[in-house]
């Protein structure tokens, strides 16, 4: 909903009616309103500057806020509100990406990061490390950005990806 989700996308999604998809955005605005606040000042400011931006001011371009084309009026939307929350997630990962990758090269670790997917990354630690190696992910991933939340880092362990979930 933070997004911008539509009541038809919520009923869709969930396949619920139309009419409850509504109520329930309603009363989700309702509990939280500074969400709702937030949300439109984002658009605001965006429709004004022309882009979006994350917190460490990467810009999204987006020219189609003012476009004739409700649809292509209403994804520019979506995205003035989607770019300052996962642009900067992405954003955090990359700089942890780098920290992680430094303080394990400095920790003799033969090995290191092989990839990312969205919001997680994959790494090949060797098994009699596995325990050092979690501590200085967590760390980097957790302090990659002072931010007034805490950023919580989840780890899993397997031999594969499907296992460490």
Same mark, same amino acid.
């Given at each position: ?22 109520q329930f955005i309603q009363s989700?605005?309702?509990?939280? !309103? ?9 658009v605001a400011s965006a ?6 931006? #994350? ?5 999204? !371009?987006? !020219? ?18 989607? #770019? !300052?929350?996962?642009? #900067? ?77």
């Open positions: 909903l933070i997004y911008g989700m539509s009541d038809y996308g919520l009923a869709q999604r969930f396949d619920i009616a139309h009419e409850e998809a509504a989700y605005y309702d509990l939280y !309103p500074q969400v709702a606040a937030w949300r439109e000042e984002a429709e004004e500057k022309g882009y979006a931006e #994350t917190l460490f001011k990467r810009r999204r !371009p987006l !020219p189609d806020l003012h476009a004739r084309n409700h649809a292509l009026r209403e994804f520019s939307k979506r995205a003035a509100i989607n #770019t !300052p929350i996962q642009g #900067t997630a992405a954003d955090l990962i990359q700089l942890a990406m780098v920290d992680v990758e430094e303080k394990l090269a400095a920790a003799g670790f033969r090995s290191g990061l092989l990839l990312s997917i969205h919001d997680e990354l994959l790494f090949e630690i060797e098994d009699e490390r596995i325990d050092e190696a979690q501590q200085i992910i967590k760390r980097s991933m957790e302090k990659a950005i002072k931010i007034n939340v805490p950023i919580e880092v989840s780890i899993g362990i397997g031999q594969n990806w499907g296992e460490a979930h």
